[in-house]
């Protein structure tokens, strides 16, 4: 099993932490001090509200510790924190891979009810018009295409 990884759920359940009772569980209300002492971390939708350099910070944190860490989520914007990416749907793993591989497999996503991440969505959009030729994760990437 992959780590440092999102792991996206339109239904999201307590079910499938069962799979990683060998993990300290962090739901909300967390400082990323207390978690720098642990192995292994999953993130129950902790991360949910948090903006996304925020929540890079704090991977990034646990990465330089070598703690390895799941983010549970239903929010697909979490997605571009991680460079691997599980969707899941009633408690089935429909897609794995790197964010990027998987985030290309849209109807797939639409057709369970996830949308793609904004940035990701707007990229499509500007592929399919011909302004760029692939997709971007990140706004900064964009814009520099953009202005090339």
Do not use: C
Request: net charge negative; hydrophobic share 40%.
């Amino acid at each position: 099993m992959e780590t440092d990884v999102t792991i996206v759920s339109i239904n999201l359940n307590n079910k499938i932490l069962e799979k990683y009772s060998d993990y300290f569980l962090v739901e909300r209300n967390f400082k990323i001090e207390d978690l720098l002492s642990k192995d292994k971390i999953i993130f129950y939708n902790a991360l949910n509200g948090l903006s996304l350099q925020k929540i890079k910070d704090i991977l990034a944190r646990l990465k330089e510790k070598n703690i390895k860490y799941i983010n549970l989520t239903n929010d697909m914007e979490e997605v571009l924190a991680t460079n691997y990416l599980i969707i899941y749907d009633k408690n089935k793993i429909l897609i794995e891979g790197k964010t990027l591989e998987v985030l290309k497999e849209e109807k797939v996503l639409k057709r369970i009810g996830l949308e793609l991440p904004f940035i990701v969505e707007l990229s499509h959009l500007l592929k399919d018009y011909g302004l760029i030729d692939e997709l971007y994760l990140d706004k900064e990437s964009l814009v520099d295409e953009l202005w090339k």
